[in-house]
């Protein structure tokens, strides 16, 4: 071969390794940034699914109770409290900020008297769980109907004073949600996805349909509460079933199929590691 294609031949051949030297130089970076990527997913999945984070109740208990689910309709004011949508529509709320708003609520909870306190709860589903937490509280309690001006009007003969009102459900129960936000009183209150919840004191985002949810939260207060007061055994005494009546747990392992039927129920605690 002459010299001067030689020289040609090695100049083209120069010429193509400097061209593909950054092309191979980045693939070999995204290759490097596929596989940190991988083992960074790996770590947090593991990290979530040995998670050593206790929460003020076993995620089964919420699970058995369907605290985590929502309604179809989600208000801005809920939105944040949202994991996602299942199938059917219905909401799923974040079990981990539930656990999160639970601890704050109950925290915010303990710095009230009972004399102090009074709780309502319209709704009949949860009637049986509201009496039992007025029971081991001594937290006066308005059930079927709560009498509007109770707290505001002076003439009334059945006029009281009080400090703050946990209210099961902002849209059901409005007459003392109104009276709470005339008075400016502190309000800690059970939010569904379709309730707002901007004008509410301490949150906690739950499913406030039924007993076993309205039951769960108003155990857990109640268990708080008797143990800021120093009444330790009492609060070991109550049981789960008390409020919300007979629980199931649910097997989150397996389904009846033998299929994995972790999905909604531990996604929901995964999404911590997404940011939400």
């Not at 109770?150 to 003439?155: F, S, V």
């Not at 155990?219 to 509460?225: G, I, N, T």
């Not at 007061?229 to 097997?251: R, S, T, V, Y």
Request: with cysteine.
């Amino acid at each position: 071969m002459p010299r001067k294609k030689k020289e040609e031949t090695a100049t083209q051949e120069i010429k193509q390794e400097v061209i593909e030297a950054p092309v191979v130089e980045k693939e070999v970076k995204e290759e490097k940034k596929k596989k940190e990527i991988k083992k960074l997913s790996e770590k947090e999945l593991k990290r979530v699914m040995t998670d050593t984070k206790e929460t003020i109740v076993p995620l089964t208990d919420y699970i058995a109770c369907s605290v985590h689910l929502g309604t179809k309709v989600i208000t801005p004011d809920m939105r944040k409290y949202v994991y996602k949508r299942r199938a059917d529509g219905l909401a799923v709320i974040n079990t981990n900020l539930i656990d999160d708003k639970l601890r704050e609520a109950s925290t915010f909870f303990n710095q009230f008297n009972a004399k102090d306190v009074f709780i309502v709860c319209k709704r009949e589903a949860a009637w049986p769980a509201v009496e039992k937490f007025s029971e081991v509280t001594g937290i006066r309690s308005f059930l079927k109907k709560y009498p509007a001006g109770i707290i505001t009007n002076l003439k009334l003969d059945n006029f009281f004073e009080a400090k703050m009102v946990i209210i099961c459900d902002p849209w059901v129960d409005k007459n003392a949600f109104s009276d709470a936000l005339r008075l400016k009183m502190p309000m800690l209150a059970i939010c569904d996805t379709n309730n707002y919840a901007r004008l509410v004191t301490k949150v906690v985002p739950a499913n406030n349909k039924s007993r076993k949810s309205v039951g769960l939260i108003l155990y857990v207060l109640a268990r708080e509460y008797l143990k800021s007061q120093g009444k330790e055994d009492e609060a070991k005494a109550l049981k789960l079933e008390d409020f919300a009546g007979k629980i199931e747990i649910p097997d989150l392992n397996q389904d009846k199929s033998g299929g994995s039927n972790f999905g909604d129920e531990v996604s929901v605690s995964e999404k911590v590691v997404e940011g939400v």
